[in-house]
């Protein structure tokens, strides 16, 4: 069996639950019945395209409304950014929001936050005690600094550790912009503590999987592939087709009808490149000037991480290169005002130097909206190259010049790109998801059960 062949393979193929009695056993086929979820650095509350909140706070989001609906109860815990806001939040029946504080209110920044770990690891274990033994049945983190936190809260509990990692500072560093800051050595060393203390990882995509063997040398037995979901109901197509609705939709929006429109949706950073589409943007106009007056160019997201350095960079380039009459700059936006988006565009770009997976590629073509996106990370599973979308290997702005033609030659493409697209996407549905990762939690909890039977086992001789 080769390394990804067992990262295939079903999670906890073959285990048996055993061990000693819980005082609050798991439900039902060994599932856990109460999940302790982390997400130190941004709370799934906050509107995603703002600060750090992006993708991974839609993934938390649903995935855990997702649980709560197969009777998987989430409490997650987030840090505390405001004095006024109330110890805990209910986000959905059977999903409880908790507030940690831990080191100032406001003014943190990601990279100011290892710091606080220690206060934030105190804070879980104030709430963890007022609680008996076995109110959690197991730790889900997401990200490294999450990751940090659950490893210790889980072994001070003695409860499965399953973690996420959705980046990694070996494949960001090996994949950042021009001048974009590397990530730390404190992150890498974490990375590596977690991945190590981790009953199970769950990856995003079989690329992932991999880049987690290869990087962290991670036990392929721990390693669970499940892709993330896209909320169906809120990202589809309008039901009168997709050109009606893209015409109710750039109506609402104050869009011209007849616009080539390629759509930049995501934060505003070096590592998601939407340099990338301005510079195509301009070389496309540079060769067929006819173009300016039917092209229309909207950027939907604010500055984040190091593009927080120079928050008006990307409108001051977009003036350098002479396409300023031609972008259109919003802010983040909610997620049914982002679908409307989504429907008026004739393409999403995704230029991204690194993505673990790309959920925005996926809502855009649920809603009927191929996509151009960057050959990287989970980006050729979430669009289907030649029939969803277009993938373009590197970032030189020349590739993405070429696929943008490909739409404003050809301006049925879309058009017949649009079915594949919705028909792609369907396969991504959080309730999937959401079962995967209940799985995931079985395989662990019985792993561990398994694993203090062979100790027991053991002292006894």
């Given at each position: 069996m080769t390394r990804l062949e067992a990262v295939r393979r079903s999670p906890g193929q073959g285990d048996t639950l055993v061990g000693p009695p819980r005082s609050r056993p798991p439900?039902?086929?060994?599932?856990?019945?109460?999940?302790?979820?982390?997400?130190?650095?941004?709370?799934?509350?906050?509107?995603?395209?703002?600060g750090d909140a992006g993708g991974m706070n839609v993934y938390i989001?649903?995935?855990?409304?997702?649980?709560?609906?197969?009777?998987?109860?989430?409490?997650?815990?987030?840090?505390?950014?405001?004095?006024?806001?109330?110890?805990?939040?209910?986000?959905?029946?059977?999903?409880?929001?908790?507030?940690?504080?831990?080191?100032?209110?406001?003014?943190?920044?990601?990279e100011d936050l290892p710091a606080q770990l220690s206060a934030f690891t105190h804070g879980v274990t104030q709430v963890w005690a007022d609680h008996h033994p076995g109110h959690y049945d197991l730790v889900h983190s997401h990200y490294w600094l999450s990751g940090h936190v659950g490893r210790l809260a889980a072994?001070?509990?003695?409860?499965?550790?399953?973690?996420?990692?959705?980046?990694m500072a070996k494949v960001k560093n090996a994949s950042q912009a021009e001048g974009d800051t590397p990530e730390p050595a404190a992150r890498l060393l974490g990375e590596t503590q977690v991945v190590r203390a981790a009953d199970r990882l769950i990856a995003n995509t079989e690329n992932e999987a991999q880049e987690l063997l290869r990087h962290y040398d991670a036990d392929t037995g721990r390693v669970a592939v499940v892709h993330p979901g896209v909320d169906l109901e809120r990202f589809r197509p309008d039901p009168r087709g997709v050109e009606a609705g893209r015409a109710a939709a750039r109506s609402r929006l104050g869009l011209p009808q007849d616009a080539l429109i390629p759509l930049f949706v995501g934060r505003i950073q070096p590592?998601?490149?939407?340099?990338?589409?301005?510079?195509a943007v301009?070389?496309?106009?540079?060769?067929?000037?006819?173009?300016?007056?039917?092209?229309l160019v909207p950027v939907v997201g604010g500055p984040s991480g190091s593009g927080l350095a120079e928050p008006e960079g990307l409108q001051k380039l977009a003036a350098r290169l002479g396409v300023h009459d031609v972008v259109l700059f919003r802010p983040p936006v909610g997620q049914d005002r982002l679908a409307d988006w989504y429907r008026a565009a004739s393409v999403l770009v995704m230029p991204s130097r690194s993505e673990s997976f790309g959920l925005v590629a996926v809502e855009a073509q649920a809603c009927g909206t191929p996509v151009i996106a960057a050959r990287v990370g989970g980006l050729p599973v979430a669009v289907r190259d030649g029939?969803?979308?277009?993938?373009?290997?590197?970032?030189?702005?020349?590739?993405?010049a070429r696929a943008l033609y490909g739409f404003a030659g050809d301006p049925a493409r879309s058009a017949r790109m649009s079915e594949a697209a919705v028909r792609h996407a369907r396969s991504f549905g959080w309730a999937t998801a959401a079962a995967a990762t209940a799985d995931v939690y079985t395989a662990a909890l019985r792993g561990r059960s398994h694993g203090l039977r062979a100790v027991g086992q053991r002292q006894l001789r």
């Open positions: 439900g039902t086929h060994g599932r856990p019945r109460r999940v302790a979820m982390l997400s130190v650095h941004t709370s799934p509350l906050h509107q995603p395209g703002t989001v649903e995935l855990a409304k997702r649980l709560a609906a197969i009777d998987i109860e989430v409490e997650i815990f987030t840090r505390a950014t405001s004095a006024q806001l109330p110890p805990s939040v209910e986000l959905a029946p059977g999903v409880l929001v908790r507030h940690v504080a831990a080191g100032p209110y406001e003014g943190l920044a990601k072994e001070r509990r003695g409860v499965p550790l399953v973690h996420a990692m959705h980046t590592l998601k490149a939407p340099d990338v589409l301005l510079r301009a070389r496309l106009l540079d060769e067929r000037s006819w173009l300016r007056e039917r092209i029939a969803s979308g277009v993938l373009v290997p590197g970032h030189d702005p020349a590739d993405y």
